[in-house]
């Protein structure tokens, strides 16, 4: 955040930030409630899950809920694919007997609830990732998603749109004021003739 102090010392900030507006985290955006996979489930499974509860990103955990691995909609999409039958074949008979394990993610990049927001979408844009499984410590507490952040964005637009912009009122007072200091300054002192 940038923050500009005027020839007063008062605090100004910039592009319409103020210095007490509080930094947004992972906890105030990301999805607490969470389908998960265990090691052994099948990608029928992980199917299943997908189609009902219409979402895309699937962690797989272990039995002490550590993530290990992270099954996605794209991936499912690519054994099916990769599969060699795709047109006479159905994704559920592709999946049927495949364990997650054999085609997780296993190299997946978690964040903690306290993390910036600001930092969660840069390693999701950075990366090409679709989610971040959020762990404290060490155990999945949630997830983040690229549709997380569009909801958010969302809420906050909507948000600003209702209220009124403070600068337009501060600009107005701004203008008030000057007014009436001009105004103050051009009268003459009693007992005194005003200047030429």
């Known amino acids: 955040m940038a923050v500009r102090r005027g020839r007063d010392g008062d605090r100004s900030a910039v592009h319409g930030y103020s210095a007490t507006m509080p930094i947004t985290t992972v906890k105030d955006i990301m999805t607490e409630i969470v389908q998960t996979l265990r090691v052994g489930d099948t990608l029928a499974m992980a199917r299943r899950q997908i189609e009902r509860g219409g979402v895309h990103h699937l962690p797989v955990i272990d039995d002490d809920e550590h993530v290990i691995g992270l099954i996605t909609y794209h991936r499912l999409l690519e054994a099916w694919l990769s599969h060699g039958r795709p047109n006479t074949e159905s994704v559920a008979e592709v999946a049927g007997?495949?364990?997650?394990?054999m085609l997780m993610e296993k190299d997946v990049v978690t964040v903690e609830?306290?993390?910036?927001?600001?930092?969660?979408?840069?390693?999701?844009?950075t990366n090409r990732f679709g989610s971040l499984p959020v762990t404290k410590d060490d155990k999945l507490v949630g997830i983040v998603t690229a549709g997380d952040?569009?909801?958010?964005?969302?809420?906050?637009?909507?948000?600003e749109r209702k209220r009124k912009p403070p600068a337009r009122k501060a600009k107005r007072k701004a203008t008030q004021k000057a007014k009436r200091r001009a105004a103050s300054t051009s009268r003459p002192?009693?007992?005194r003739k005003p200047r030429p």
Do not use: S, Y
């Open 97 to 101: 007997d495949i364990p997650v394990d």
């Open 113 to 125: 609830p306290g993390t910036t927001a600001a930092e969660a979408a840069r390693l999701i844009e």
């Open 149 to 159: 952040f569009v909801r958010f964005a969302q809420r906050h637009f909507e948000a």
């Open 189 to 191: 002192a009693k007992g």
